[in-house]
């Protein structure tokens, strides 16, 4: 069992940057692939980043790519979220996952744990 929660959302401008956190309980945390997801009002639920477990690997869906980075950090069960030059379409609540295979982290179909959320706002 993984029980995940994320904290570091806010309110910030347009150019400006932020940093999601997401704390994970349990001893097997480095054995799982972790992502962000976010969703905004009235859409689905998107993948935006994922590590795995090594943090050799990472992805990101291309409305970021160059903006945010995702990081782990096994020693503190801690997997970050650094976005920079923020627009307003991402304002959204992000959330953190967790995957115990990492066969499919791009879909949140692969993921079976979730946090609660973190809203992120940027104004224009």
Do not use: H
């Not at 795995?52 to 291309?62: A, C, F, L, V």
């Not at 499919?104 to 609660?116: A, L, M, P, S």
């Amino acid at each position: 069992q993984v029980q995940l929660v994320e904290s570091g959302g806010g309110l910030v401008q347009a150019g400006g940057s932020l940093r999601l956190s997401c704390a994970a309980s349990g001893r097997t945390f480095r054995r799982y692939a972790m992502g962000w997801f976010r969703q905004a009002p009235g859409k689905e639920r998107e993948f935006v980043a994922a590590i795995i477990w090594s943090g050799g690997s990472t992805y990101y869906t291309d409305s970021v790519k160059g903006r945010f980075t995702i990081s782990r950090d096994n020693a503190k069960n801690t997997v970050y979220l650094q976005m920079n030059s923020l627009k307003p379409e991402d304002t959204a609540v992000y959330y953190c996952a967790a995957a115990s295979s990492p066969l499919d982290v791009v879909t949140r179909w692969g993921y079976n744990y979730w946090g609660q959320g973190t809203q992120v706002t940027v104004s224009s």
